[in-house]
Structures are given as structure tokens and as C-alpha cells.
């Protein structure tokens, strides 16, 4: 959550067999960073940090319960951050109607549909969860229209085959598995990025997709991977998986989805791929980010020189279904 934001911390009561219960008065108290009052709504007071919020049954102060808090100073423009450790309630398995934005902007992605419902799973990228879209019809909606300019960060694994769509828009615009087998990102007319290494499989990728109004660029872990800079269509209203202007579905893992209502700067966008790297131990490239490699030789020096947020731990990165 952004300083000096609200956020509101419910409780869900459960007996010994894991069946609801009533509710009971609970009191809220939080280890630092802003107040909580006692509906559970924690207000920032400007502190950056993380912090956690406990929650003690009034009647049994032996019984209670804690969640985590994240205040972090973002770059101006956040209008959505739809982020897989920030869903509560749900256990491993189970369908998640609601993916609450935490921009502070109410921009949550939803699905009515249960069986179109993505399901959550805990524990399955470096200790924090995923929302999980099948190959089917799996698929959320969001209220966000975007158009350019923007910044859009989507940290997903993706299938190693077929076309499959990770975030797409009401128009003809995505992030995700190409016809060529690697990652790529469409925006009317054409693609933006149509990269052809191999994915692998369960591994997560810090993809970004920037437009400035004029020109489009694509990133995969820090890389620019952009083949083509003048196809900037935007994607209007923004869906995740298998909803949107084409239906097709993802067939796999998001963690993290971020949209800027602006063209990030280079710095600023390595500033947030670094901090999502470090969080969910991804390997990102940091030095050279916005960079088209100008000769073979750069290249090479670029790459022979990786620098690595986290050292990179590949089976920490990864989720096998
Ligand atoms: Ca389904």
C-alpha cells in the first residue's frame, strides 16, 4: 500500500474441524507504521516498512491472528497493483472471486463466474502465493481502462506451447505466450516483442510493457526484448487469463500485475523490476535496462556479465503444476 493510505483487515472464524463460526469481537493492534481503529481499517502514517497487524479474540486473548502489511513509496501514476500476497481469506485451492487492487484506486479484477474463477495457491513462488488460470476459461475482469501513455508490469509463469494470454485488453492487445513458443506482447497492428528463446516451464518472468504515446517497448527480466516500436494500440479495459477481446486463456501462474497510468523513466522502471525480483527471488538483470543492445559486442559484454537481484535461484523462481 502507498503512505498515508487506508486498508481494512477483516477476521474469519473457524472451529477445530475448519468449519465457519461466528465471528466473536476481536481487537485490532498493528507493530508500527499507523494506527488500525477497531473495524480493522489501518491508516499509514507516512512510514515506509512492513508491519504486522494482529488480531486477539476479546473473549479468549489467547486466541489470535496476524496479517502483514507493506507500505512502500511507489512512483506517482499507480492505478492498479494487483498483488497475490495481498489476497486473504482463501485457502490453497480455493477460487478467488475478488483480486483487490491495492493501489488505493478500487481498481480489483473480478469473476462472477465460479467456474471461470482462477484459484489460489499458497506458498509457490519463494514462500508467497500465486493466483493460478487454467487453459480453459479461467479469467478475471478489471473496471481500468488504459490507454497509452502507460507502464504495465505483469510477473507471470507461462506455458512452454500454444498461444495463451497472461493480461490482455477489450482491444487486440497482450502479454504472453506467442504463436512462436516464447513470451511476447501484441499491440495493434502488430508485435511489439515476439521473443523466441524457450520458456520454461513453472518459471516466473518479470515482463513490463511500456508506451509513451509515441513509441511501445517490451521487457522480460530486465531485458529489452522490443522488436518493434511503433505498433502503440492500447488495451483498453484490462483483463487477466482467459476473459477480454480474445478469450484465451493463460495456463498458468500471475503473482503480481502493475499498471502505471504513465511511461515509467528507465531508472524508475528497474527500481520496481529490482524490488519484485528481490521479493519473489527472481533473477532480473538491473544494469541495462532500457537499453537496445547497439552491437553483437555489447550484447555479449551485457550478458556475460549478468547482474542478478537474488542470486538466481531457478527452483525458488519456479512452480511445477
Ligand atoms: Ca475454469
Known sequence: MLPNGTVRFTTTAKDQEGSPIATRAVDWTVSGGGTIDASGLFTSNGTLGNFTVTATVRANPAVTATGKITVEDLPPGLVMDLSADEVTGIASGGAVSVWPDISGKNNDAIQSDFLKRPSFVSGALNGLPVIHFDSTDDGMKTSLAVNSPYTIYVIYSAPVDGLYRAVQGSNNWFIGTGPYNGIGHYAEPGWISAWQAPVEAGRFYITCAQNDGTQAHFYIDGVDKTTGTTFAGSPGTLFLGGAGASGGALKGDIAEVMVFDRALSTSEMSFRGVKAAGKMDCP??????????????????????????????????????
Open 284 to 321: 532480473y538483470r538491473a544494469r541495462g535496462f532500457g537499453k537496445q543492445p547497439a552491437s553483437k559486442k555489447f550484447r555479449h559484454a551485457g550478458f556475460a556479465q549478468p547482474f542478478f537481484a537474488n542470486p538466481p535461484h531457478k527452483f525458488q523462481c519456479s512452480r511445477f503444476a
